[in-house]
Protein backbone atom coordinates (compact mmCIF):
# COMPACT_ATOMS: atom_id res chain seq x y z
CA UNK A 1 0.00 0.00 0.00
CA UNK A 2 1.29 3.69 -0.87
CA UNK A 3 0.78 5.93 1.95
CA UNK A 4 -0.95 9.29 1.50
CA UNK A 5 1.53 12.31 1.69
CA UNK A 6 0.10 13.52 4.64
CA UNK A 7 0.69 9.95 6.57
CA UNK A 8 4.13 9.23 5.06
CA UNK A 9 5.26 12.74 6.19
CA UNK A 10 4.05 12.20 9.84
CA UNK A 11 6.18 9.07 10.65
CA UNK A 12 9.90 9.18 11.47
CA UNK A 13 12.33 6.76 10.38
CA UNK A 14 15.74 6.75 11.87
CA UNK A 15 16.32 9.41 14.61
CA UNK A 16 14.25 12.91 14.60
CA UNK A 17 16.86 16.36 14.75
CA UNK A 18 16.74 19.48 14.57
CA UNK A 19 16.42 20.41 18.26
CA UNK A 20 18.07 23.33 18.67
CA UNK A 21 17.09 26.89 19.87
CA UNK A 22 17.63 29.78 19.25
CA UNK A 23 19.57 32.52 20.58
CA UNK A 24 18.25 36.04 20.59
CA UNK A 25 21.27 39.02 20.12
CA UNK A 26 22.47 41.02 23.06
CA UNK A 27 20.61 44.55 23.33
CA UNK A 28 23.43 47.35 23.14
CA UNK A 29 23.97 48.94 26.50
CA UNK A 30 23.22 52.36 25.92
CA UNK A 31 21.86 54.87 28.28
CA UNK A 32 17.97 55.85 28.29
CA UNK A 33 19.17 58.90 26.24
CA UNK A 34 21.06 57.00 23.67
CA UNK A 35 18.06 55.13 23.33
CA UNK A 36 15.85 58.11 22.66
CA UNK A 37 18.37 59.45 20.40
CA UNK A 38 18.20 56.15 18.44
CA UNK A 39 14.53 56.46 17.47
CA UNK A 40 14.90 60.31 17.16
CA UNK A 41 17.32 59.61 14.48
CA UNK A 42 15.18 57.67 13.00
CA UNK A 43 12.34 59.79 13.31
CA UNK A 44 14.33 62.51 11.14
CA UNK A 45 14.98 59.85 8.29
CA UNK A 46 11.70 58.88 7.75
CA UNK A 47 9.21 60.62 9.36
CA UNK A 48 5.83 58.85 10.94
CA UNK A 49 3.63 60.85 8.66
CA UNK A 50 5.15 59.51 5.98
CA UNK A 51 4.62 55.63 6.28
CA UNK A 52 0.93 55.88 5.21
CA UNK A 53 2.02 55.30 1.18
CA UNK A 54 1.07 51.41 0.29
CA UNK A 55 4.30 50.27 -1.90
CA UNK A 56 4.03 47.60 -4.19
CA UNK A 57 7.29 46.69 -5.52
CA UNK A 58 7.46 46.35 -9.33
CA UNK A 59 8.07 42.64 -9.71
CA UNK A 60 5.35 42.08 -6.98
CA UNK A 61 4.21 38.93 -8.30
CA UNK A 62 0.59 37.56 -9.20
CA UNK A 63 -1.76 36.61 -6.36
CA UNK A 64 -2.53 33.80 -7.35
CA UNK A 65 1.30 32.41 -8.47
CA UNK A 66 2.01 33.28 -4.80
CA UNK A 67 -0.97 30.52 -3.78
CA UNK A 68 0.31 28.08 -6.22
CA UNK A 69 3.41 28.24 -4.84
CA UNK A 70 2.97 27.95 -1.16
CA UNK A 71 0.29 24.87 -2.50
CA UNK A 72 3.38 22.58 -3.55
CA UNK A 73 4.60 21.91 -0.01
CA UNK A 74 1.04 21.78 1.19
CA UNK A 75 -1.21 18.35 1.76
CA UNK A 76 -2.90 18.31 -2.10
CA UNK A 77 -6.57 17.12 -0.90
CA UNK A 78 -6.19 19.89 1.90
CA UNK A 79 -5.45 22.84 -0.44
CA UNK A 80 -8.86 23.32 -2.32
CA UNK A 81 -10.25 23.25 1.85
CA UNK A 82 -7.93 26.32 2.09
CA UNK A 83 -8.87 28.22 -0.67
CA UNK A 84 -12.80 27.64 0.23
CA UNK A 85 -12.25 29.56 3.32
CA UNK A 86 -10.25 32.59 2.21
CA UNK A 87 -13.00 32.62 -0.42
CA UNK A 88 -15.43 33.78 2.02
CA UNK A 89 -14.19 37.37 2.37
CA UNK A 90 -12.16 39.89 1.72
CA UNK A 91 -11.21 39.68 5.45
CA UNK A 92 -11.11 35.28 5.41
CA UNK A 93 -8.71 35.72 2.09
CA UNK A 94 -6.05 39.14 4.06
CA UNK A 95 -6.14 35.88 6.84
CA UNK A 96 -4.85 33.50 4.46
CA UNK A 97 -2.40 35.58 2.34
CA UNK A 98 -0.17 36.84 5.22
CA UNK A 99 2.63 36.18 2.52
CA UNK A 100 1.45 38.75 -0.02
CA UNK A 101 1.31 41.05 2.31
CA UNK A 102 5.05 40.16 3.91
CA UNK A 103 5.84 41.10 0.38
CA UNK A 104 4.36 44.37 0.17
CA UNK A 105 5.94 45.22 3.35
CA UNK A 106 8.93 44.44 1.94
CA UNK A 107 9.13 47.12 -0.81
CA UNK A 108 8.69 50.20 1.73
CA UNK A 109 10.63 51.96 3.68
CA UNK A 110 11.22 51.16 7.55
CA UNK A 111 12.10 52.61 10.46
CA UNK A 112 15.05 50.61 11.34
CA UNK A 113 13.83 49.78 15.17
CA UNK A 114 13.55 46.04 15.13
CA UNK A 115 11.36 43.82 17.47
CA UNK A 116 10.61 40.26 17.34
CA UNK A 117 7.49 40.21 14.75
CA UNK A 118 4.53 37.93 15.15
CA UNK A 119 4.69 38.30 11.48
CA UNK A 120 0.47 37.57 11.52
CA UNK A 121 -0.44 40.36 13.60
CA UNK A 122 -4.32 40.67 12.14
CA UNK A 123 -7.80 40.59 14.36
CA UNK A 124 -8.16 37.15 14.93
CA UNK A 125 -4.82 36.00 15.78
CA UNK A 126 -5.67 37.79 19.72
CA UNK A 127 -7.42 35.92 21.98
CA UNK A 128 -8.11 34.47 25.21
CA UNK A 129 -5.97 31.60 26.72
CA UNK A 130 -5.27 29.98 30.49
CA UNK A 131 -1.27 30.99 32.05
CA UNK A 132 0.06 27.63 33.77
CA UNK A 133 -1.54 29.36 37.00
CA UNK A 134 -4.63 28.69 35.44
CA UNK A 135 -5.45 32.56 35.18
CA UNK A 136 -7.63 33.71 31.96
CA UNK A 137 -5.10 35.98 29.38
CA UNK A 138 -5.49 38.37 26.60
CA UNK A 139 -2.68 38.01 24.15
CA UNK A 140 -0.95 37.27 20.50
CA UNK A 141 -1.92 33.57 19.94
CA UNK A 142 -0.35 32.75 16.49
CA UNK A 143 3.53 32.80 16.05
CA UNK A 144 4.12 30.39 12.64
CA UNK A 145 5.56 33.45 11.33
CA UNK A 146 7.45 34.89 14.04
CA UNK A 147 10.95 36.42 13.11
CA UNK A 148 12.55 39.61 13.73
CA UNK A 149 11.93 42.69 11.68
CA UNK A 150 10.43 46.16 11.69
CA UNK A 151 7.82 46.80 14.95
CA UNK A 152 6.09 48.64 12.07
CA UNK A 153 4.94 45.65 10.20
CA UNK A 154 3.02 43.75 12.64
CA UNK A 155 1.47 47.55 13.56
CA UNK A 156 0.70 47.97 10.01
CA UNK A 157 -1.26 44.29 9.36
CA UNK A 158 -3.19 44.79 12.55
CA UNK A 159 -4.62 48.39 11.19
CA UNK A 160 -5.23 47.08 7.59
CA UNK A 161 -6.88 44.20 9.28
CA UNK A 162 -9.22 46.43 10.95
CA UNK A 163 -10.09 48.09 8.23
CA UNK A 164 -10.52 45.41 6.34
CA UNK A 165 -12.96 44.06 8.54
CA UNK A 166 -14.56 47.15 8.88
CA UNK A 167 -15.44 46.92 5.27
CA UNK A 168 -17.04 43.94 5.37
CA UNK A 169 -19.02 44.66 8.92
CA UNK A 170 -20.41 47.78 6.67
CA UNK A 171 -18.53 50.86 8.52
CA UNK A 172 -18.01 54.40 7.13
CA UNK A 173 -15.11 55.37 5.76
CA UNK A 174 -15.08 58.00 8.87
CA UNK A 175 -15.96 55.07 11.72
CA UNK A 176 -12.73 52.55 9.78
CA UNK A 177 -10.44 55.53 10.11
CA UNK A 178 -11.91 56.60 13.89
CA UNK A 179 -11.15 52.87 14.99
CA UNK A 180 -7.44 52.73 13.63
CA UNK A 181 -6.80 55.80 14.61
CA UNK A 182 -7.65 54.65 18.39
CA UNK A 183 -6.21 51.72 17.96
CA UNK A 184 -3.03 52.77 16.36
CA UNK A 185 -2.22 55.54 19.02
CA UNK A 186 -3.16 53.02 22.14
CA UNK A 187 0.02 50.87 20.70
CA UNK A 188 1.97 54.57 20.83
CA UNK A 189 0.70 55.64 24.20
CA UNK A 190 1.44 51.70 25.85
CA UNK A 191 4.58 51.87 24.43
CA UNK A 192 5.19 54.86 25.79
CA UNK A 193 4.12 53.53 28.78
CA UNK A 194 6.61 50.64 28.42
CA UNK A 195 9.46 52.80 27.96
CA UNK A 196 9.31 54.38 31.46
CA UNK A 197 9.06 50.63 33.25
CA UNK A 198 12.24 48.56 34.11
CA UNK A 199 12.92 45.93 32.28
CA UNK A 200 11.27 43.62 34.76
CA UNK A 201 7.94 45.88 35.06
CA UNK A 202 7.86 45.81 31.12
CA UNK A 203 8.48 41.32 31.34
CA UNK A 204 5.67 40.95 33.94
CA UNK A 205 2.90 43.08 32.27
CA UNK A 206 -0.29 41.26 31.12
CA UNK A 207 -4.04 41.78 30.51
CA UNK A 208 -5.24 39.70 33.20
CA UNK A 209 -8.80 38.99 31.91
CA UNK A 210 -10.47 39.51 35.01
CA UNK A 211 -9.06 43.46 35.05
CA UNK A 212 -9.78 43.59 31.20
CA UNK A 213 -13.46 42.72 31.03
CA UNK A 214 -13.86 44.71 34.52
CA UNK A 215 -12.60 48.04 32.26
CA UNK A 216 -14.02 46.75 28.95
CA UNK A 217 -17.80 46.75 30.95
CA UNK A 218 -17.95 50.48 31.79
CA UNK A 219 -17.46 51.33 27.88
CA UNK A 220 -20.00 48.77 26.34
CA UNK A 221 -23.64 48.73 26.32
CA UNK A 222 -25.62 46.01 28.19
CA UNK A 223 -26.43 43.58 25.59
CA UNK A 224 -22.48 43.39 24.76
CA UNK A 225 -21.51 42.74 28.08
CA UNK A 226 -23.32 39.99 27.78
CA UNK A 227 -21.67 38.81 25.10
CA UNK A 228 -18.84 39.57 26.44
CA UNK A 229 -19.64 37.12 29.32
CA UNK A 230 -20.54 34.70 27.78
CA UNK A 231 -17.12 34.75 25.54
CA UNK A 232 -15.15 34.47 28.38
CA UNK A 233 -17.56 31.54 30.09
CA UNK A 234 -17.01 29.99 26.64
CA UNK A 235 -13.52 30.44 27.09
CA UNK A 236 -13.02 28.80 30.70
CA UNK A 237 -15.25 25.90 29.81
CA UNK A 238 -12.93 25.22 26.42
CA UNK A 239 -11.11 23.00 28.09
CA UNK A 240 -9.37 18.87 27.48
CA UNK A 241 -12.32 17.79 29.27
CA UNK A 242 -14.56 19.30 26.64
CA UNK A 243 -11.97 18.71 23.54
CA UNK A 244 -12.06 15.55 25.11
CA UNK A 245 -15.98 14.72 24.98
CA UNK A 246 -16.21 16.22 21.72
CA UNK A 247 -12.92 14.57 19.67
CA UNK A 248 -13.34 10.98 21.04
CA UNK A 249 -15.33 7.69 20.65
CA UNK A 250 -15.06 4.41 22.31
CA UNK A 251 -14.31 2.20 19.67
CA UNK A 252 -14.34 -1.77 20.58
CA UNK A 253 -13.66 -0.65 23.96
CA UNK A 254 -11.57 1.70 23.30
CA UNK A 255 -11.29 5.84 23.12
CA UNK A 256 -10.16 6.98 19.75
CA UNK A 257 -10.55 9.92 17.89
CA UNK A 258 -13.88 10.55 15.63
CA UNK A 259 -13.55 10.58 11.96
CA UNK A 260 -15.05 13.46 10.34
CA UNK A 261 -13.26 13.55 7.17
CA UNK A 262 -11.79 16.01 5.54
CA UNK A 263 -11.17 18.26 8.81
CA UNK A 264 -10.56 15.34 11.54
CA UNK A 265 -9.07 12.08 9.98
CA UNK A 266 -7.73 9.15 12.50
CA UNK A 267 -4.31 7.37 12.08
CA UNK A 268 -6.45 4.25 11.48
CA UNK A 269 -8.61 5.76 8.44
CA UNK A 270 -5.07 7.13 6.73
CA UNK A 271 -3.56 3.82 6.95
CA UNK A 272 -6.13 1.01 7.64
CA UNK A 273 -4.01 -1.16 6.37
CA UNK A 274 -0.73 -0.40 8.81
CA UNK A 275 0.20 -1.79 11.72
CA UNK A 276 -0.89 0.24 14.74
CA UNK A 277 1.65 -1.20 17.54
CA UNK A 278 4.17 -0.33 15.04
CA UNK A 279 2.81 2.93 14.29
CA UNK A 280 2.18 3.94 17.68
CA UNK A 281 5.65 2.99 18.56
CA UNK A 282 7.34 5.25 15.68
CA UNK A 283 4.88 8.16 17.47
CA UNK A 284 6.20 7.35 21.08
CA UNK A 285 9.71 7.31 19.57
CA UNK A 286 8.98 10.77 18.06
CA UNK A 287 7.15 11.83 21.16
CA UNK A 288 10.48 11.20 23.14
CA UNK A 289 12.55 13.15 21.02
CA UNK A 290 10.05 15.96 21.45
CA UNK A 291 9.78 15.67 25.31
CA UNK A 292 13.79 16.86 25.02
CA UNK A 293 12.80 20.12 23.95
CA UNK A 294 10.87 20.89 27.44
CA UNK A 295 12.21 21.99 30.72
CA UNK A 296 12.79 19.29 33.00
CA UNK A 297 10.16 19.47 35.23
CA UNK A 298 7.97 19.36 32.12
CA UNK A 299 8.75 16.52 31.45
CA UNK A 300 8.30 15.15 34.53
CA UNK A 301 4.73 15.56 34.09
CA UNK A 302 4.97 14.60 30.83
CA UNK A 303 6.29 11.29 31.58
CA UNK A 304 3.00 10.87 33.14
CA UNK A 305 0.86 10.14 29.97
CA UNK A 306 0.70 7.32 27.42
CA UNK A 307 0.22 7.70 23.88
CA UNK A 308 -3.54 6.35 22.46
CA UNK A 309 -4.21 7.84 19.42
CA UNK A 310 -3.43 10.22 16.55
CA UNK A 311 -5.03 12.16 13.66
CA UNK A 312 -5.16 14.68 11.19
CA UNK A 313 -6.81 18.47 11.79
CA UNK A 314 -7.81 21.06 9.65
CA UNK A 315 -6.75 24.40 11.68
CA UNK A 316 -7.32 27.91 10.60
CA UNK A 317 -7.01 29.77 7.46
CA UNK A 318 -3.56 30.61 6.00
CA UNK A 319 -2.33 26.97 7.97
CA UNK A 320 -4.89 24.88 5.87
CA UNK A 321 -2.71 22.62 3.76
CA UNK A 322 -0.21 22.30 6.29
CA UNK A 323 0.72 19.28 7.83
CA UNK A 324 -1.05 19.64 11.30
CA UNK A 325 -1.67 16.63 14.00
CA UNK A 326 -4.00 15.99 17.18
CA UNK A 327 -2.23 13.31 19.93
CA UNK A 328 -3.95 12.07 22.40
CA UNK A 329 -2.83 11.04 25.37
CA UNK A 330 -4.03 9.47 28.97
CA UNK A 331 -2.75 10.39 32.28
CA UNK A 332 -4.22 8.13 35.54
CA UNK A 333 -7.20 6.75 33.15
CA UNK A 334 -9.80 7.69 30.58
CA UNK A 335 -10.84 11.09 32.71
CA UNK A 336 -7.46 12.31 32.62
CA UNK A 337 -6.74 13.30 28.72
CA UNK A 338 -4.44 15.04 26.91
CA UNK A 339 -4.41 16.43 23.64
CA UNK A 340 -1.44 17.83 22.02
CA UNK A 341 -1.31 19.77 18.72
CA UNK A 342 1.66 18.85 16.54
CA UNK A 343 1.91 21.28 13.09
CA UNK A 344 4.18 21.68 10.63
CA UNK A 345 6.51 24.90 10.73
CA UNK A 346 7.19 26.26 7.33
CA UNK A 347 9.79 29.25 6.71
CA UNK A 348 8.77 32.21 8.04
CA UNK A 349 6.50 34.39 5.07
CA UNK A 350 8.71 37.24 6.09
CA UNK A 351 12.28 35.42 5.82
CA UNK A 352 12.85 36.72 2.51
CA UNK A 353 11.45 40.66 2.92
CA UNK A 354 13.09 41.19 6.39
CA UNK A 355 15.80 43.87 5.98
CA UNK A 356 19.23 41.99 6.07
CA UNK A 357 20.31 44.03 9.20
CA UNK A 358 17.65 42.47 10.82
CA UNK A 359 18.25 39.03 10.52
CA UNK A 360 20.06 37.06 13.00
CA UNK A 361 23.35 35.29 12.81
CA UNK A 362 22.30 32.63 15.12
CA UNK A 363 18.62 31.77 14.20
CA UNK A 364 17.69 28.46 14.18
CA UNK A 365 17.79 25.92 11.77
CA UNK A 366 14.81 24.38 12.91
CA UNK A 367 11.38 26.21 11.87
CA UNK A 368 9.39 24.83 14.98
CA UNK A 369 12.35 26.13 17.19
CA UNK A 370 11.72 29.21 15.49
CA UNK A 371 7.72 29.68 16.21
CA UNK A 372 8.76 28.97 19.90
CA UNK A 373 11.05 31.34 20.46
CA UNK A 374 8.84 33.89 19.02
CA UNK A 375 5.95 32.99 21.39
CA UNK A 376 8.00 32.45 24.79
CA UNK A 377 9.47 35.96 23.71
CA UNK A 378 6.18 37.70 22.91
CA UNK A 379 3.62 36.14 25.00
CA UNK A 380 3.12 37.05 28.62
CA UNK A 381 3.08 33.42 29.48
CA UNK A 382 3.00 30.00 27.38
CA UNK A 383 1.91 26.79 27.16
CA UNK A 384 3.72 24.33 29.53
CA UNK A 385 3.87 21.61 26.68
CA UNK A 386 5.49 24.34 24.27
CA UNK A 387 8.33 22.65 22.42
CA UNK A 388 8.95 21.19 18.84
CA UNK A 389 10.61 18.62 16.38
CA UNK A 390 12.02 17.25 12.94
CA UNK A 391 10.84 14.80 11.33
CA UNK A 392 12.25 12.21 8.61
CA UNK A 393 8.84 10.68 7.29
CA UNK A 394 9.46 6.93 5.09
CA UNK A 395 9.21 9.37 2.04
CA UNK A 396 12.80 10.66 3.12
CA UNK A 397 11.86 14.73 3.80
CA UNK A 398 12.72 16.36 6.85
CA UNK A 399 9.57 18.35 8.05
CA UNK A 400 9.87 20.31 11.42
CA UNK A 401 7.02 21.26 13.57
CA UNK A 402 6.43 23.01 17.09
CA UNK A 403 3.70 20.98 19.36
CA UNK A 404 0.95 22.71 22.14
CA UNK A 405 -1.89 21.78 23.72
CA UNK A 406 -4.74 22.08 21.25
CA UNK A 407 -7.23 23.48 23.74
CA UNK A 408 -6.02 25.10 27.03
CA UNK A 409 -9.44 27.53 28.23
CA UNK A 410 -8.74 29.09 24.27
CA UNK A 411 -11.32 31.58 23.06
CA UNK A 412 -11.79 34.29 20.29
CA UNK A 413 -13.96 37.57 19.67
CA UNK A 414 -16.32 36.85 16.73
CA UNK A 415 -14.84 39.93 14.91
CA UNK A 416 -17.65 39.57 11.53
CA UNK A 417 -20.29 40.60 14.80
CA UNK A 418 -18.54 43.46 15.75
CA UNK A 419 -19.73 47.13 15.76
CA UNK A 420 -17.69 50.17 15.19
CA UNK A 421 -17.55 50.73 19.15
CA UNK A 422 -17.01 47.65 19.97
CA UNK A 423 -13.84 46.82 16.98
CA UNK A 424 -12.39 50.19 18.13
CA UNK A 425 -12.29 48.98 21.94
CA UNK A 426 -11.40 45.83 20.77
CA UNK A 427 -8.61 47.33 18.60
CA UNK A 428 -7.25 49.00 21.38
CA UNK A 429 -6.89 45.81 23.66
CA UNK A 430 -4.94 44.38 20.76
CA UNK A 431 -2.81 47.48 20.11
CA UNK A 432 -1.90 47.73 23.69
CA UNK A 433 -1.40 43.80 23.89
CA UNK A 434 1.50 44.38 20.75
CA UNK A 435 3.38 46.94 22.19
CA UNK A 436 3.75 45.25 25.19
CA UNK A 437 5.29 41.98 23.09
CA UNK A 438 6.81 44.46 21.02
CA UNK A 439 8.73 46.15 24.33
CA UNK A 440 9.88 42.60 25.36
CA UNK A 441 12.11 42.38 22.77
CA UNK A 442 12.73 45.72 20.83
CA UNK A 443 13.57 48.66 22.38
CA UNK A 444 10.44 50.63 23.97
CA UNK A 445 12.48 53.68 24.44
CA UNK A 446 13.85 54.14 20.53
CA UNK A 447 10.28 53.26 19.16
CA UNK A 448 8.44 55.57 21.39
CA UNK A 449 11.05 58.43 20.63
CA UNK A 450 10.30 57.84 17.22
CA UNK A 451 6.75 58.02 17.43
CA UNK A 452 6.43 60.78 19.90
CA UNK A 453 3.32 61.91 21.37
CA UNK A 454 1.51 63.26 18.24
CA UNK A 455 -0.79 61.51 15.76
CA UNK A 456 1.94 61.42 12.90
CA UNK A 457 1.98 57.99 13.01
CA UNK A 458 -1.40 56.96 13.72
CA UNK A 459 -3.16 58.86 10.83
CA UNK A 460 -0.49 57.56 8.46
CA UNK A 461 -1.38 53.85 9.34
CA UNK A 462 -4.93 54.92 8.55
CA UNK A 463 -3.93 55.51 5.32
CA UNK A 464 -1.99 53.23 4.99
CA UNK A 465 -4.90 50.77 6.06
CA UNK A 466 -7.37 52.17 3.86
CA UNK A 467 -5.06 51.82 0.93
CA UNK A 468 -4.56 48.26 1.54
CA UNK A 469 -7.99 47.40 2.14
CA UNK A 470 -8.36 48.61 -1.34
CA UNK A 471 -5.34 46.39 -2.61
CA UNK A 472 -6.91 43.13 -0.62
CA UNK A 473 -10.09 43.64 -2.63
CA UNK A 474 -8.04 43.98 -5.56
CA UNK A 475 -6.39 40.72 -4.73
CA UNK A 476 -9.23 39.03 -4.07
CA UNK A 477 -11.23 39.46 -7.02
CA UNK A 478 -8.35 38.25 -9.03
CA UNK A 479 -8.29 35.05 -6.89
CA UNK A 480 -11.55 34.77 -7.00
CA UNK A 481 -11.40 34.73 -10.80
CA UNK A 482 -8.82 31.96 -10.81
CA UNK A 483 -11.50 29.93 -8.96
CA UNK A 484 -13.82 30.43 -11.34
CA UNK A 485 -11.72 29.67 -14.31
CA UNK A 486 -10.44 26.47 -12.69
CA UNK A 487 -6.96 27.91 -12.35
CA UNK A 488 -7.02 26.95 -8.61
CA UNK A 489 -9.65 24.73 -6.96
CA UNK A 490 -11.57 25.65 -4.03
CA UNK A 491 -14.03 23.52 -1.80
CA UNK A 492 -16.34 25.55 -0.09
CA UNK A 493 -18.78 24.81 3.65
CA UNK A 494 -15.69 23.54 5.22
Sequence with gaps: MTAPDSVATAFPRGRPSGNEGESEPRTPRLSPQERASRGLAARALLPPEEQG?????????????????????????????????????????????????????????????????????????????????????????????????????????LAASLDVAGRENGFTDKERRKCVVKTVRRYRDAMA??????????????????????????????????????????AR???????????????DGQVRIKSDPPLLVPMGDLLPDADREELA????????????????????????????????????????????????????????????????????VLKSTVPSTMRHRNAPRNEGARVVAGQRLMQAAS???????????????????????????????VVEQMDPKSMTIYGQLCG????RAHARSGDPIAISAYLGDDDGFATAAAAFADGYADQTERDHSVFLDAIRSGRLEAVTGL
Design 383 to 413: DIFLGWQRVEGIDGRERDFFVRQLRDMKGSA
Design 53 to 157: EVVLSPGRPDTVAVLEEQAVTRVPELVPVRHGRMMVSPFTFFRGHAKGMAIDLGAAPVSGLAVRLCGDAHLSNFGLFASPERRLLFDINDFDESLPGPWEWDVKR
Design 432 to 435: WTLA
Design 193 to 234: DFAAMPALDVWYARADVEEVVELLRTKIGRSRRKSLDKAVAK
Design 281 to 348: DQIIELLSHYRRTLASDRRVLFDQFEFIDLARKVVGVGSVGTRCWIVLLRGRDDGDPLFLQVKEAEAS
Design 237 to 251: SSDRLKAFAKLTEIV
